[in-house]
């Protein structure tokens, strides 16, 4: 395989996860850590197929996903930022509740058939969630390095009581940024039943929100480094079936684990650093587990 | 006390009243479902056995997360602990050529020695770079899991084993039957112990009031000459050991052989378990047992009443959520 086929397919298996990881980086820069990501992304896939079924239009079906993850990031943010509970524990609410919610509700929907989007022809496998992807990637980049907005999403995350002096309310950040990270990953959720998979299976994500939390964790918080990041993994997965399918004698179990031991590594290093690359304000989330 | 009773009430009202809404607008009546579900998880002696065994399985990571939250910690590593506290017990208990009196009692200390492993990389993660817990635990859990998958079918494959399984373990390593033709073992006996022995340790130790110290008052308990990292490094070890127990008694007690799809989801369930049990011991069994009925009515429920059980899974999420609000709302009267 070309090594450019290798990064188009490697984008193209990914994509669901562009949305989520870079839906999470925003949250967490703003200093709070939402684990729900697998259940908003499971909502966001079985939401955008039902209303893609129901409406007949893939596009309606992908926005429709997008607003069923903004929906469970609500809930994680009534919890974790209006009524002060642990986020982690919201997280962990949130990912149970849309487990069983799309589960309980998507049953009709498995084997049935709505419209998806279809292959565009430009490179293979490419249809419109992975320009989408693209598109809203760059933009939030913009926005995040070279808007106030992103200064102050930064702010917030490095220190809320500065940024409230400054003249801003980091809540409102918080909340904002909450859940345009969940919009995004209802919609890598939809990606991935409407331009991915083309159906839906109960807990078709199998464990994506949670790479997606190591992702996040290996870019260092940083946007820029989400499609790196992104890109590193899904590469060292299709290097892996690669492999596999010419008897070459490496585990693809063992190569999955890679991106997990980066993260765990990345960690070590920023926690023991100086320069400090976890935001601040996530840190206190750690420090305080009065749940 | 009172706190913990009106937190069990909290949890059977929310399974009670969202369940049925749910069932409601599956169009089946609360009644024939839940009638279904307690009919299922405990409406014979062996189904009260197989309501045991899921309690016993998730008894074990909530009483070891229990112990990591005691100590401010939060480890949502249980699944992968259990992952690997099993596929110790399924490899060693096939391998080892002893008499079930020694082979038992090695096989279980092995899969607790795993699990700790496990928790305690986690704990030497934080201790000597500080790297945060909660994440650490996440990334192993992930890891554990393909670690299995690979270990099991390349250098630790053996003759007779399947897909993503080890091979049946000889009688010798099954834990001993205590209700005649069920799968209840000894497993059940060895968590409740367990458990009066936590209670006992956070009560009455040293070492349960250095944890509770750690968790609640970091700063003073530093000042103290309490060595934060060490105990850091002490719970999270000790919470993965027990996760991983869990998981060697599911495997010895339970399947007779590992496989990697053991565990469904009872690391992350344990966390509901350990919050509704408010962390003492003696409580959480009985929020095991809640929702080991939970657990084990659900499939009759979807059998015999045309409820996905899923709704239980949905159910599980809104306990958390319900009990994590209440103090909200608790704080804000009392504020």
């Known amino acids: 395989m070309q090594a450019l086929d290798l990064v188009v397919t490697a984008f193209a298996i990914c994509t669901p996860l562009i949305y989520a ?32 079924f129901a409406f007949g239009n893939p596009w309606l079906g992908f926005l429709v996903g997008g607003v069923a993850g903004f929906g469970m990031s609500a809930l994680f943010a009534t919890m974790a930022l209006w009524a002060g509970v642990n986020q982690i ?22 084997g049935s058939n709505a419209p998806t989007f279809p292959d565009l022809g430009l490179v293979k496998e490419f249809n419109a969630t992975n320009i989408v992807a693209i598109l809203l990637l760059a933009a939030i980049v913009y926005i995040f390095y070279r808007t106030p907005l992103g200064i102050i999403v930064k702010a917030v995350g490095a220190s809320a009581d500065s940024t409230f002096l400054a003249g801003f309310s980091p809540k409102k950040i918080r909340y904002a940024a909450v859940l345009t990270g969940g919009f995004l990953s209802g919609l890598g959720g939809a990606a991935l039943s409407l331009g991915y998979a083309n159906s839906w299976t109960e807990g078709m994500t199998h464990g994506m929100g949670w790479i997606a939390v190591a ?14 990041a992104v890109l590193i993994y899904g590469i060292a997965s299709m290097v892996a079936l690669i492999m596999q399918t010419r008897g070459i004698p490496i585990s693809p179990y063992l190569l999955q684990t890679i991106p997990y031991i980066v993260a765990l590594a990345v960690m070590a290093f920023f926690a023991s ?8 304000e996530l840190k206190k989330v750690f420090a305080e587990l009065d749940f | 006390m009172q706190r913990t009773v009106r937190d069990a009430l909290i949890a059977v009202a929310v399974v009670f009243g969202v369940g049925s809404l749910a069932m409601l607008l599956a169009h089946v009546s609360p009644i024939n479902g839940f009638g279904a579900l307690l009919d299922g998880a405990l409406g014979n002696p062996s189904e009260v056995a197989e309501t045991l065994l899921q309690t016993t399985a998730l008894l074990f990571p909530a009483l070891g997360v229990a112990l990591a ?47 700790g492993l496990w928790g305690g990389l986690a704990g030497f993660l934080k201790a000597r770079f500080g790297a945060n817990e909660v994440i650490a ?23 007779g084993a399947g ?38 340790v956070f009560r009455r130790t040293v070492f349960g009031y250095e944890l509770r110290a750690a968790g609640d008052a970091p700063e003073a308990a530093r000042r103290a000459g309490i060595d934060l990292g060490r105990t850091a490094f002490t719970a ?50 009985f929020a095991a047992f809640g929702f080991g009925i939970l657990q084990s009515g659900a499939i009759a429920m979807q059998a015999e009443a045309n409820v996905p059980r899923d709704v239980v899974t949905l159910v599980e999420g809104l306990v958390i959520i319900a009990l994590a609000g209440r103090r909200f709302i608790v704080e804000r009267r009392t504020a």
Request: proline share 7%; aromatic share 8%; hydrophobic share 60%.
């Open chain 1, 21 to 52: 990881v870079i839906g999470e980086t925003i949250a967490q820069r703003a200093g709070v850590i939402n684990l729900g990501i697998e259940g908003q992304m499971l909502m966001g896939a079985f939401a955008g197929y039902a209303a893609a």
């Open chain 1, 89 to 110: 524990t919201s997280g962990l609410a949130i990912f149970l509740l849309g487990s069983g919610l799309s589960a309980f509700y998507g049953r009709p929907f498995v």
């Open chain 1, 215 to 228: 992702l996040v964790v290996v870019a260092a918080w940083e946007p820029l480094y989400v499609l790196p």
């Open chain 1, 273 to 280: 650093s100086k320069q400090n690359a976890v935001p601040r």
């Open chain 2, 69 to 115: 939250f005691r100590a401010g910690l939060f480890n949502i590593g249980a699944e992968g602990q259990i992952v690997l506290g099993g596929m110790t017990a399924g490899i060693l208990g096939v391998a080892l050529p002893l008499p079930g009196l020694l082979l038992i009692p090695i096989v279980l200390l092995a899969g607790a020695a795993a699990g």
């Open chain 2, 137 to 159: 635990t996440l990334m192993l859990n992930t890891i554990a899991l393909l670690l299995a998958t690979y270990l099991i079918g390349g250098p630790f494959k053996q003759p």
């Open chain 2, 163 to 200: 897909a993503a399984e080890t091979p049946p373990l000889p009688a010798a390593a099954w834990l001993p039957v205590i209700i005649p033709n069920t799968r209840l073992s000894i497993s059940f006996i060895l968590a409740l112990a367990l458990a009066a022995t936590l209670w006992y």
């Open chain 2, 236 to 285: 999270l070890a000790l919470s993965g050991a027990i996760a991983g127990l869990g998981g060697a008694t599911i495997v010895m007690g339970v399947l007779h052989r590992f496989n990697t799809g053991l565990s469904p989801g009872y690391g992350f369930i344990a966390i509901a378990v350990a919050l509704v049990g408010n962390l003492e011991p003696l409580f959480i069994i």
